[in-house]
């Protein structure tokens, strides 16, 4: 499709995110608790050892009991920080204490592990890697944020000929028929939501 899909990816990025914009404190917060609960499930998880992850910001799924679970459980998890180009180094996750609070330019602040940067290809080491998203289809696409950060992570998996367990978080209105697709998208193995578990074939 090209990049004739981007303007149907904007309007609906626009469309989830004023949803998302919607939801209270509360909302959130429960969701990303009945996530977890899901999540810690899922066999991928269940015999990682090392896990991608990465710190929900604003009205995204909660991910930080997530993320205290799998450490709890012995799991190194890889958190994302954001390069001027766009791209991603990783660091590990210590508990809340470790991140910090940092500014991209003009846009939102997120929370990034504040360690030892252990390089972009870290993320290839990983058993599983837990994607943000805006939506995923019926058949496992994900409609990311457009930024083209994760579009990297997945090529540089694609060129070291590893496969982890690609598994995106989501609420259970952003689980959709269709999402635009271009060459470079990836399905998704899974998506959990706060009602449970869909697998894509």
């Known amino acids: 499709m090209g990049s004739g899909a981007e303007p149907d990816k904007r309007t609906l990025r626009r ?3 004023a949803v998302r914009n919607r939801l209270t404190a509360d909302d959130v917060r429960e969701s990303g608790a009945a996530l ?18 990465y710190v929900s910001v604003g009205s995204e ?10 450490r709890a459980r012995g799991v190194c998890v890889l958190l994302p920080v954001l390069l001027p180009d766009n791209d991603l180094d990783w660091g590990e996750y210590t508990g809340e204490g470790s991140l910090a609070r940092v500014r ?11 360690g030892e940067r252990l390089g972009p290809d870290a993320v290839a080491a990983a058993d599983a890697v837990l994607l ?4 995923v289809d019926t058949r ?14 997945l090529a540089r998996l694609d060129r070291a000929g590893v496969r982890p367990a690609l598994v995106v978080l989501l609420y259970d209105t952003e689980v959709v ?7 470079h998208d990836r399905p998704v193995r899974a998506v959990v939501t706060p009602s449970g578990v869909r697998r894509f074939s």
């Open 132 to 135: 943000p998203g805006l939506a």
């Open 61 to 70: 799924p909660d991910t930080l009991a997530l993320l205290d679970a799998l």
């Open 140 to 153: 496992g696409m994900r409609l990311g944020r457009g930024g083209g950060s994760y579009d990297r992570v």
């Open 177 to 183: 028929g269709h999402v635009p697709e271009e060459p």
């Open 15 to 17: 469309e989830f995110l």
């Open 104 to 114: 991209h330019g003009g846009r939102m602040a997120l929370l990034e592990p504040v």
């Open 36 to 53: 977890a609960r899901h999540a810690l499930a899922l066999p991928e998880l269940a015999h990682a050892r090392t896990v991608a992850a």
